[in-house]
């Protein structure tokens, strides 16, 4: 499908807030005896429940010289266990529809389950045993890896994966958020199933777990249902969540890869603020007119209906345990690249020096207001808000308060943080293009960004729906 | 944030979302020939409207492809009550979101937003529908964005491009032969006039479905589709382009030869589509015989020739059984450094075989009855992918009333039905295979020369 602009694609449901300070379900917690945190929003419309397990066992926790290792033990917790080899668990999760799956973030390391109401028990056994009895087959691993490694190498064909590990290598040099969660080629070839083992040992524990959970199922129902099954699970995480360093901020560093593209990735970015900054709501806001809003911002305005030289301009930042990355991103034909960054930056300057209308202003908070109940609309959706939630230690009524913090936000704070993060001079860039075009690029004149990347997976040859 | 990503999902015909826990559908028809469905849900506040339209790249003529979608991008460039821009920011301004999507078959136009102004969104859509400003000034930027769109999603990501052009390679006739984004030289060659010219052809109230599903009453949302779209003036609707394929006699092959990394290989094979009443246990078989090979953990492409034979690190497979006309079906695979084409390919026609010969096992049928009802299950899950299901089949002359036949029809399959599906459609005689062959970095000199020639239009 093609879609206007980036907005998300099908699948994701849309994300909207809807504008009712929608009484958001309330989000109910309980406490294992072993520490786990419990959090659920319960829905009753659609006879599924849907849930996370989250821990502070992100890539940032891979040990030097190994990013990746968080992410093959995502792909091998969930591929075999020490009871049942993969061709037994993969039967024996579709036998009953059971929807199984673990990921690495940069913080978080998470185990998700989706199943029918009617599968809850077998689903829970099944996110226990992964969870709990990981089998460590050494010609699995030794499969993964390679398959790894191919995967990606192919990737390199996509100007975002290359812009986004150049971008995080940029940006967060010698720290722990500096690689890109999949690795690189030979970050993986350099890891061992003992590295899994250790990450497995040290951060994969309870104290410090969430389980976030939205569906069909009571607290009362769910309960018993936990107890039964990861009373035996006991521990504490070697490291935190906030065991972890700032980066040193960078200012007008660059990185051009050369890629043969008849397009420029541009990309400018900086830290941006954390997850727990006090500031947060007014950033979200900044960030909402500048470019993460969609056909409204100044971005989209400017680079695309003005001028034609994009499908999209987007900015967007990462809210972790400390301060991320901010990015403005876009991808244009090679030769317009220098035109594009140099309204990019037209625009950052303008917004830092307080130009930013009180009509822009109410613009887009009527939008993040309005649209928050969309936000919520499925079960997928509140398990990753809830996990959210839950792991960065935020208020319970976080998403029932949700529309009054946007809402209490003013065009002072705006302007404020304009001035503290839009200023060009503390940007850096990078570009991905074609060589020619990167050389006969003055330094200082274009830098540009990018839509949104493209999963590895090939298009459906024909037939498909393209978004305007 | 991965919620700004875009991620392209494969479907494995799974668009039928069915009867599972899906609402009552409540329909009515105007005299003008726009149709409307709704789905009540009145779960939470919120509503999803959808205005859908029987024209998409098929519709297009030979050498204005990519016409439907620019098309598209221009619905939202403004109208006569509306400024360009001006739609979308009242949509926000309400705490909506909109967009709209164009295929071969069809084209949409979607809003979320707080069910209580579905009534103006309506109102809005409707206006804009009739009274479209179509200004050349506003084209010839709109122009050059589809231009980037297609360097983005296509020129630049050697899978997207080889996608292309074996689809181009399988079929003679029939549209789904062309990229609905449109080949770079037709986007060069199209003007304000042939916007105009398929404006006029195309959006006509006897092309109009409206799906709302969500917190709505049907006898309101009725009410104001009569005063806004059910007033507008019949007008004479064409038929679709929709040409019989003619049988291939042997098989075809390509090669697409582009700087990249690794090489993939793809293979096309066209199906037939649903015909409810007709072929539903051809096509249900289909569907599932693709699930078996494709669909869950326990598939067996990825158990065969990923897992145990080493053929290839990724491997997967497709079938749409609501496409218009036929579908096609496709398999492939990207290897790895040390993997060939050839012998993945080998390996892929063995198995196919295997399955013409051998019944499923009557546990992994279960299996992939069970997973494709459950997907359906989820789906119930997003306003937007119900909205979308009732206005997919309602486009494409299935009809969303038909929707609970296709678990029957599921339900129904035996291990035989499978065997006579895949001996009968899948073999090598009808099938077109592409080859992605990465070429060494020349690849400096070659953006270089496109650019120029771009520059150009």
Aim: hydrophobic share 45%.
């Amino acid at each position: 499908m093609m879609l206007r602009g980036y907005i998300i694609n099908l699948c994701l449901s849309l994300f909207s807030f809807g504008s009712l300070a929608m009484a958001a379900t309330p989000i109910q917690e309980a406490t294992l005896n072993n520490g786990v945190r419990v959090l659920l929003m319960e829905a009753h419309n659609v006879p599924m429940v849907a849930m996370k397990l989250v821990m502070p066992a992100g890539s940032r926790f891979d040990a030097e010289g190994k990013a990746g290792t968080a992410t093959l033990l995502a792909g091998m917790l969930s591929d075999h266990t020490a009871k049942h080899d993969f061709t037994a668990w993969a039967d024996l999760l579709d036998a009953d529809a059971i929807r199984l799956g673990a990921h690495a973030g940069r913080d978080g390391f998470n185990i998700s389950l989706t199943v029918l109401k009617d599968a809850l028990q077998p689903g829970l056994d099944a996110l226990t045993e992964s969870l709990l009895q990981p089998g460590w087959n050494t010609k699995r691993f030794a499969i993964m890896k390679q398959d790894s490694i191919a995967a990606a190498q192919k990737e390199k064909e996509e100007p975002g994966v290359q812009a986004s590990a150049a971008g995080a290598a940029l940006l967060f040099a010698n720290h722990p958020y500096g690689h890109r969660s999949s690795g690189s080629m030979e970050s993986l070839a350099r890891i061992d199933l003992a590295d899994l083992k250790t990450l497995y040992a040290r951060q994969i524990k309870p104290q410090g777990a969430v389980l976030a959970v939205s569906g069909d199922i009571t607290m009362a129902e769910l309960l018993p249902l936990l107890n039964a099954r990861l009373a035996h699970w006991t521990g504490k995480a070697a490291k935190g969540l906030n065991d972890i360093d700032k980066a040193k901020a960078v200012a007008g560093l660059q990185r051009d890869v050369a890629l043969p593209t008849s397009q420029m990735l541009v990309q400018l970015l900086r830290l941006g603020p954390a997850r727990n900054d006090s500031d947060f709501f007014p950033v979200f806001v900044l960030n909402h007119i500048l470019g993460g809003g969609g056909f409204g911002s100044r971005l989209m305005e400017e680079v695309r209906e003005k001028r034609g030289l994009v499908y999209g301009v987007y900015s967007y930042f990462i809210p972790l345990a400390v301060p991320g990355s901010f990015v403005i991103s876009l991808q244009t034909r090679a030769d317009q690249a220098g035109q594009a960054e140099a309204v990019v930056r037209q625009v950052m300057a303008d917004m830092a020096a307080g130009k930013i209308s009180n009509k822009q202003f109410k613009a887009s908070k009527e939008n993040l207001i309005g649209s928050f109940a969309q936000r919520m609309d499925s079960n997928r959706e509140r398990v990753g808000l809830m996990a959210m939630i839950g792991m960065y230690h935020l208020p319970l009524d976080y998403l029932s308060r949700w529309t009054d913090r946007v809402g209490a936000v003013t065009l002072a704070q705006v302007k404020t943080q304009a001035s503290k993060y839009l200023t060009p001079a503390q940007w850096n860039r990078v570009r991905v293009g074609p060589a020619a075009a990167l050389k006969s690029a003055p330094l200082k004149a274009t830098p540009q960004k990018t839509t949104p990347q493209k999963a590895i997976t090939p298009k459906k040859p024909v037939n498909h729906t393209i978004t305007h | 944030m991965p919620l700004y990503l875009t991620i392209i999902f494969i479907f494995f015909g799974s668009l039928l979302v069915a009867t599972a826990n899906a609402g009552e559908l409540k329909q009515a028809s105007f005299k003008n020939g726009v149709k409307l469905v709704v789905e009540e849900d009145h779960s939470a506040p919120v509503a999803m409207v959808q205005i859908w339209l029987k024209v998409g790249g098929r519709d297009e003529v030979p050498g204005k492809t990519g016409l439907a979608h620019v098309f598209e991008h221009m619905m939202f460039k403004g109208s006569k009550k509306l400024d360009a821009g001006e739609y979308s920011k009242r949509i926000s301004a309400m705490g909506g979101n909109d967009n709209a999507f164009t295929s071969t078959d069809y084209t949409a136009y979607f809003e979320t937003v707080p069910a209580a102004r579905v009534a103006e969104v309506l109102g809005m859509e409707a206006e804009r529908f009739a009274h479209l400003r179509l200004r050349d000034v506003d084209f010839q930027k709109e122009i050059r964005v589809i231009m980037e769109e297609r360097r983005m999603r296509t020129e630049d990501d050697p899978n997207s491009r080889m996608f292309e052009e074996l689809s181009a390679a399988s079929l003679r006739l029939h549209p789904y032969r062309n990229p609905v984004i449109g080949w770079m030289q037709d986007l060069k060659a199209l003007t304000i006039n042939d916007v105009r010219a398929f404006y006029q052809q195309h959006y006509v109230p006897g092309n109009v479905i409206v799906v709302v599903v969500g917190d709505v009453d049907f006898e309101q949302v009725k009410n104001t589709v009569a005063k806004t779209f059910g007033k507008m003036k019949a007008r004479p609707v064409d038929a679709r382009f929709n040409p019989k394929e003619p049988e291939s006699f042997g098989p075809k092959r390509i090669q697409v030869r582009l700087p990249a990394e690794l090489p993939m290989l793809a293979v096309t094979i066209p199906l037939p589509v649903w015909q409810p009443g007709k072929n539903d246990t051809e096509v249900a078989a289909l569907a599932l015989a693709t699930h078996i090979l494709a669909g869950g953990r326990s598939a067996r492409m990825t158990r065969e020739l990923v897992d145990k034979q080493r053929k290839a690190f990724t491997a997967s497979a497709g079938y749409d059984p609501t496409a218009m006309g036929l579908d096609l079906w496709y398999a492939y695979a990207l290897l790895g450094p040390k993997q060939s084409p050839a012998a993945f390919e080998k390996a892929l026609w063995l198995l196919l075989g295997d399955m013409a010969e051998q019944p499923v096992l009557a546990s992994e049928l279960a299996a992939a009855k069970r997973n494709m009802i459950a997907a359906n299950v989820f789906a119930q899950d997003s306003l937007y992918l119900r909205a979308k299901e009732i206005g997919h089949l309602e486009v494409v002359g299935i009809g969303a009333a038909n929707r609970d036949r296709w678990l029957d029809a599921i339900a129904s399959i035996k291990p035989a039905d499978i065997q006579q599906v895949v001996s009968q459609y899948l073999l090598p005689e009808r099938s077109t295979t592409g080859v992605l062959l990465p070429v060494k970095k020349a690849a400096t000199k070659t953006p270089k020369k496109k650019n120029k020639a771009e520059v150009k239009s």
